[in-house]
């Protein structure tokens, strides 16, 4: 019970980050480095929060922190090449 | 065949109950494919402008016909195309370009004001609209009537003569098509662009499909192609490939892709209850869709 209140919490985290992340992208959406600077950040953020979420839930691996921070990467990379086109 | 599709798409005992699409690897090489693909058409498009680069279609005629059907709509006068201003736009253009800036004031403190006085225009009220990479008239336009203070000057009424330069050229490094729109209101009688007039020499307009004839009013040409300039009543591309439109479609679908995977291998594993050392994929699924929102929000044309 307590770790699906606990999973409840983080995912509700996970949807403010993301929500609000996707808001500043919108504010800035006439400034390019500052698009790529949020999409940069909304990366950390989101690996950050896969870290916490597995350290929490007892499951994090090496694997598990090189997968967050790889789906993180390629997010930039395809902010960079939206952005850049 | 029916083997790799299984491995690539499906959790299964050969790829350890993880999509192999979704395996840290596959993740790098996806990675790698994409500044492959940012380079590779980067480099094309410097090669092969014609075949790969961007779609524009931006003509004064009809910048300067929605600019006064906007005003007709509201009851105001059409504005008159004036030389002065189309010349005043020029040189903020061509400044734009030779310093490197977009703004409306230059780095060394040069006004909108500056080029339409020293253009001859004597203005009561003036004002200037800019935009950059838009790919046609009316997407251009429809930015500026739905910023508040662009739109202030599209529907000012004291406006009586507009100006327009559009400019293709290369801005902070990047390939950029300039419009500068210029307004104002003279006390003297000013001179009517019959037609819309090219106010550089040495550049013709006819390469891009446009039938106006060119009056010089004497700035060298020199300045022009030093800057990449390469018209300024239109500026015509039609590549075989339009860059934004590709580099959309592949973003798109690679995305789509990534969260259909997603879904189908959370599906599995959630059915077959397997335990496996993964990420959470309900968390990379709501990343990826706000990722693709926040994609959805990037637009190429700029107002300012």
Known sequence: MKKRM?????FTALTIILSSTVFLFFLVRDNKSMQILIGVLLSVLYATWGIIHHAMAGDLHPKVVVE???VGAIAVTLIVTVVWM | MHRFLRHFFFPHPSNNHRAKALHPDTLLV???LLALFNFGFRYLHH????????????????????TNKKRAALGLSE????EKLSLAASKKAQDMFSHNYWSHTSPEGKTPWGFVTSSGYHYTIAGENLAKNFSDSSGVVEAWMTSQTHKDNIIKPGYRDIGFAIVNGILNGEETTLVVQMF???DKEEVIAQKPVPLFSGVSTEALGDQIPLISLGVPSQEVSKNFITSLTS???KPIINIPTMTRDIVFIFLGLLIGILIIDGFIVSKR???????????HIMFFFALSIALMLVKRGVLL
């Open chain 1, 68 to 70: 967050y921070l790889l």
């Open chain 2, 47 to 66: 090669q092969y402008p014609s075949i790969l680069g961007y779609a524009t279609d931006i003509r004064l005629s009809e910048l300067l016909n929605l």
């Open chain 2, 273 to 283: 209850k397997i335990i496996r050392v993964a990420g959470h994929n309900l968390a």
């Open chain 1, 6 to 10: 606990v999973s409840y919490i983080n």
């Open chain 2, 30 to 32: 996806y990675i790698l």
């Open chain 2, 184 to 186: 104002g209101a003279s």
């Open chain 2, 235 to 237: 500026v015509i591309q």
């Open chain 2, 79 to 82: 504005l008159r195309l004036n």
